[in-house]
Antibody
Framework: EVQVLESGGGLVQPGGSLRLSCAAS????????MGWVRQAPGKGLEWVSS????????YYADSVKGRFTISRDSSKNTLYLQMSSLGAEDTAVYYC??????????????WGQGTLVTVSS | EIVLTQSPGTLSLSPGERATLSCRAS???????LAWYQQKPGQAPRLLIY???SRATGIPDRFSGSGSGTDFTLTINRLEPEDFAVYYC????????FGGGTKVEIK
């Protein structure tokens, strides 16, 4: 059974940093791209970032480019999202999702339950 | 960036009725790379349709997707009580973008 489980969310001050983790199981982790999608309170879905199965290609939404870094550790079957220079606009539930597709053209077939990031002083 | 506009914003229907949801793209979606998701309150989204018309694993056949180019449709035949939720479309032909969602509520 495919499972993805996010962790690392919490309250962070404006300008601060946070690292999210996503533990994956039930599928050959290094064979699949992974991504992060966020949802601000009461709002719709926004794609944040994706990474290829090998980790060699990464993709970012313009809204987070230069501030967020996606990475993966195949030895631990874990996906990461390092977030810095956080602002109130980054407050959201962050979902980790297994991806299908290729060369940045991804859709998301399995999702975690999400982890809440709140940016506030 | 391809902008996806979903309509209507809210659809009020009764169980057993048919729901027709629209997703319009600001430019043609390459290879019909369009997906649909269902999200219920407090839950993660669930993949329903990919490639505009292919049902994901375990999705009932009352859900169907159609369309090409810039106009796509999700149809839910014979609404079941568990189908009342918010539905999002997502294009993956050029970067990744989501539509704003359509809420299907009980009339």
């Amino acid at each position: 059974e495919v499972q993805v489980l996010e962790s690392g969310g919490g309250l962070v001050q404006p300008g601060g940093s946070l690292r999210l983790s996503c533990a994956a199981s039930g599928f050959p982790f290094s064979s699949y791209a992974m991504g992060w999608v966020r949802q601000a309170p009461g709002k719709g879905l926004e794609w944040v970032s994706s990474i290829s199965g090998s980790g060699g290609s990464t993709y970012y939404a313009d809204s987070v480019k230069g501030r967020f870094t996606i990475s993966r550790d195949s030895s631990k079957n874990t996906l990461y999202l390092q977030m810095s220079s956080l602002g109130a606009e980054d407050t959201a539930v962050y979902y980790c999702a297994k991806s299908e597709g290729h060369k940045s053209r991804y859709y998301f077939d399995y999702w975690g339950q999400g982890t809440l990031v709140t940016v506030s002083s | 960036e391809i902008v996806l506009t979903q309509s209507p914003g809210t659809l009020s229907l009764s169980p057993g009725e048919r729901a027709t949801l629209s997703c319009r793209a600001s430019q043609s979606v390459s290879s019909n790379y369009l997906a649909w998701y269902q999200q219920k309150p407090g839950q993660a989204p669930r993949l329903l349709i990919y490639g505009a018309s292919s049902r994901a694993t375990g999705i009932p056949d009352r859900f169907s997707g159609s369309g090409s180019g810039t106009d796509f449709t999700l149809t839910i035949n014979r609404l079941e009580p568990e189908d009342f939720a918010v539905y999002y479309c997502q294009q993956y032909g050029s970067s990744l973008t989501f539509g704003g969602g359509t809420k299907v509520e009980i009339k």
